[in-house]
Structures are given as C-alpha cells and as structure tokens.
C-alpha cells in the first residue's frame, strides 16, 4: 500500500530534494526498505554497519514514535504518513 | 563544499557565548535559525535548548527528537529553516569530537564554542562529509547587519 515518507532536510539532498517520497509498504521496516533501495545514499545516513537503525534516527508513524509502537514491525495502512526525525548529539572527548 | 560559508549576526554568537558560559561547566546546545542559499548560511534567530545529556553534561549533549521538531516549527512560524545546530566544549578545543561525528548529520551546520574556565574562547563551524568520515569547516563571517540573503 502507498504512505508517505517525510524526509529530514538534512537528508533531501541524498533524495532527490523532495521532501517527501510515497513508497509501497506494510510495514516501517518495508517503507524504509523500499526508500533505501530507491534513494541508496540515504542507507548510511539511516542505517549503522549491522544494519540497524542509527541511534540518533528516529522513526515516527502519525505523530507516534515507533519505539512506543512495535519498532519497525509498526504496520503501516494506506495513507500513513512515516516520519524521519534526527536526534541531535555530540560532545567532547575527555 | 569550498564555497560554504556561515554569516552569523554578532548578537547572535554573544548569545551562544553567554549560553556557553551560563551552562559551564555542562556543555550547551540550542538550534541556528536563518536562511540557507545555495550553502551560504545566515544565521538569524535561535533557539536555546536544554541538553538531555543529565547524566553526563560535561561532555555530552543531546536534543532529543521532540525538541528537534519543536524547533523546525518554530523555524517555519518565524519564516525560517532550521540550518544548524550549537554546543559548547567546556574546558576542550573548538573542533568535532568523535563522538561528535558519529553522531552528526549532513547538511546541517555545527556551531563549537570553547569554554575554557568558563571564558568562551575560539568558536568554529562545521559540516560533516557525505561520506561521513569528517568534516569540513565552514568560515563564519561576523556581521552586525543581516547579509540579505
């Protein structure tokens, strides 16, 4: 089924400067999928080297963070709108 | 990436240095509100933010994602974009950490102030590389008057 992905500015150069993609998916883990396969400098940005989502990435489905959801198992119906929404961290090194 | 450059209106850096200095020695963070134009920045608003880091704010900071979308809300109401982002580094240079790297994004910029012994001192801007694997500075360009772009 078709949904929404909204991409962070930080990211819409690496997706063709659109701020939003339809993808088909049932599921956050498949819209991300087909995003990443569409849009493949977008993985290292969203995706650690085993394959997981970044830390600092953050996954919204209708204004409801997927962590309080069923992670990127979240089912997706049509019309959803998934949302990418960074983190912001950093710091010294002691 | 040789022709990005980042004006920031000297109200505006005497407010991240008084923040910086506020916060020490925990470290500081807040969003730069402005205009982007073809990777030439101006820097007109900001956003000071609190740093969730409580368990180690002396060398941490973090804007959690709910903070993050409070301040691109705030950006568009004020007809502006959310450019970048600052922190301080109490009592360590003006230059990325690790840490720092692992955890940036692109496109964004990233303001550092050194707070030495609770003084600002050098302040130093940055873009993380495509690739991921550093940085490139970005010149700030002081100004007192907004640049017009």
């Known amino acids: 089924m078709a949904v929404k992905v909204i991409i962070p500015t930080p990211l819409r150069a690496y997706a063709g400067k659109q701020e939003s993609v339809e993808v088909q998916a049932g599921t956050v883990a498949e819209a991300l999928s087909a ?6 400098d ?5 995706f650690a080297e085993d394959g997981k989502l970044r830390s600092f990435v953050n996954v919204y489905v209708n204004d409801e963070d997927i962590r309080y959801l069923q ?3 979240t089912s997706l119906k049509a019309g959803d709108t998934v949302s990418i929404v960074p983190s912001i961290a ?4 002691l | 990436m ?15 240095h008084a923040h910086g200095v ?5 470290e500081c ?14 820097v007109i608003d ?3 933010l609190a740093n969730r880091r409580d368990d180690s704010p002396r060398n941490r900071f973090e804007v959690t994602p709910d903070d993050v979308r409070l301040a691109e809300k705030t950006a568009r109401e004020k007809h502006l974009e959310l450019i970048g982002w600052y922190h301080s580094h109490p009592d360590s240079p003006a230059r990325p950490s690790e840490f720092d790297r692992e955890h940036a994004w692109p496109w964004y910029s990233y303001i550092i102030v050194s707070v030495q012994q609770g003084l600002p001192r050098d302040t130093t801007s940055w873009r993380l590389h495509d690739d991921r694997a550093g940085y490139d500075p970005e010149p700030i360009e002081t100004v007192a008057h907004p640049a017009g772009i």
Request: net charge neutral; hydrophobic share 30%; with cysteine.
């Open chain 1, 71 to 73: 992670k990127d198992q």
């Open chain 2, 22 to 26: 506020e916060t020490y020695p925990h």
């Open chain 2, 46 to 48: 900001l956003m000071p």
């Open chain 1, 90 to 93: 950093g710091g010294t090194d």
């Open chain 2, 29 to 42: 963070c807040g969003a730069l509100l402005g205009h982007d134009d073809e990777g030439t920045r101006e």
């Open chain 1, 35 to 40: 995003l990443t396969t569409k849009f493949g």
């Open chain 2, 2 to 16: 040789s022709t990005v450059r980042l004006w920031v209106r000297d109200e505006m850096l005497r407010r991240i």
């Open chain 1, 42 to 46: 977008l993985k290292k940005h969203l």
